[in-house]
């Protein structure tokens, strides 16, 4: 994100870690001064952004609070009260994307879920990330929090599962390449049809021989198993909207 | 997969369905005939390819035995056992995707999996793979069940958790649109590393506080906390095999 605001035309003033090294890694890409203590931090800057661990949130707030300036976060679970109590302004700055050490992203299509403590931060926040992004939402804290658990079905999940039939072929001996095509289709699938118009697969036509015999393939996993039976009854039960293929 | 083999400089002799407007509106794609009657298959044509439901799959083998031509089947889950009894040659040709009639494919990208019953015919079926996809495999009966597995994991699984998500989404009044980057980009991640990499959210962090907020919001649908839980204690256990980011 910081990369983001770069390219933007904004300055990034400082970048703060407890680990001078992790601050000097991010510092250095986008040519902002490194440093690890908060009493370090200059006031001569817009707004600070918080993106810690949840937890943290409110004792790295606290110490920021001295320099009256407009704080954010950029967490899916944490409230704005985490803030509140200790900024002059504050708000919420939360990209919903997966981020990894090992990949870029492109920011400008990531969306970004705004709250600002007031309608005039809400607006500042607004415009701010639509200098980084196309895509930006004002969300409300219940609506954040239901949002960043359908992000856990959304990605986190399908990721693990992923990782199943990884293990399923590893035991084969076939490479998980030959999945990859099917991974990349159902997910493009989806960003132009609703998930139960696209539904395909033994449950959604209860085909029970089928799903019969994979329970056999899993008799060994018993987790697996009930993970298999789960998502199939709840994919039997699936409010189908269309005439999608089976 | 006929439209394919038609661009490729094939020719589909015939299509048949027991519904005769089914077989036509694919025959009139590819410029074939409709039949409705297995009787009036024509009997100059090197390869039947049969794409019925498992069930059907002997009992149009066996009506069109009497030909005496190369059939195939392009089944996931059955074994080449189910032609074999009746045809003179047969094969396996299945193509490891996700078909909806609401979108067309790039069949060039889609695995094809491969089985003969004799070294020529899977030699045969290889090179005709060859002439539609770029992906094409030699796999065996115990492999293909496996890899069928691994596609409801892979595939139809994970598409059912992103309509968990879209559940949730459209109780807080929130579009679709807002996770389709999100779900974009998970399938992407796994085209270049393996799932463990790149697995992100609480369960890999263990962040127990957040794992307990989300069972909260789920406590009146108590299949989904079940599915929330049991894929969380799975990610949990998981297999880290590199230091990707959380």
Redesign the interface.
């Known amino acids: 994100m910081s990369a983001a605001f770069k390219n933007a035309g904004h300055q990034i003033v400082q970048v703060y870690s407890r680990d001078i090294q992790h601050a000097q890694l991010l510092a250095y890409h986008v040519k902002a001064e490194a440093v690890d203590k908060l009493s370090r931090v200059n006031a001569e800057t817009d707004i600070f952004i918080i993106a810690v661990k949840?937890?943290a949130i409110p004792v790295v707030a606290q110490q920021l609070a001295v320099y009256n300036k407009l704080i954010v976060h950029t967490a899916g679970?944490t409230s704005l009260a985490a803030l509140k109590q200790y900024a002059a302004a504050s708000g919420v700055f939360y990209p919903?994307?997966?981020?990894?050490?090992?990949?870029e992203?492109d920011f400008s299509?990531?969306?970004l879920?705004i709250e600002g403590a007031s309608p005039e931060i809400e607006l500042t926040l607004t415009e701010l990330a639509g200098t980084i992004s196309n895509?930006v939402?004002k969300?409300n804290a219940?609506?954040r929090?239901?949002?960043?658990?359908?992000?856990?079905?959304?990605?986190?999940?399908?990721?693990?599962?992923?990782?199943?039939?990884?293990q399923?072929?590893d035991?084969?001996k076939?490479g998980?390449d030959?999945?990859?095509?099917?991974?990349?289709?159902?997910?493009?699938?989806?960003?132009?049809?609703?998930?139960?118009?696209?539904?395909?697969?033994?449950?959604?036509r209860n085909?029970e021989?089928?799903m019969e015999?994979?329970l056999d393939?899993?008799s060994n996993e018993p987790?697996l198993m009930?993970?298999?039976t789960?998502?199939s009854?709840?994919?039997i039960k699936?409010d189908k909207r269309s005439n999608?293929?089976r």
Chains 1, 2 share one sequence.
């Open positions: 949840d937890d679970n919903l994307q997966t981020f990894s050490k090992v990949k992203i299509t990531v969306p879920c895509r939402y969300i219940e609506q929090r239901q949002l960043h658990l359908a992000a856990v079905f959304a990605c986190n999940f399908p990721n693990y599962l992923y990782y199943i039939a990884q399923i072929l035991k084969q076939i998980f030959i999945l990859k095509p099917l991974i990349k289709e159902t997910a493009d699938k989806v960003q132009n049809y609703l998930p139960a118009q696209v539904q395909t697969g033994p449950a959604i085909d021989n089928t015999e994979h393939l899993l987790a009930q993970i298999y789960l998502l009854q709840g994919i699936m999608g293929a």
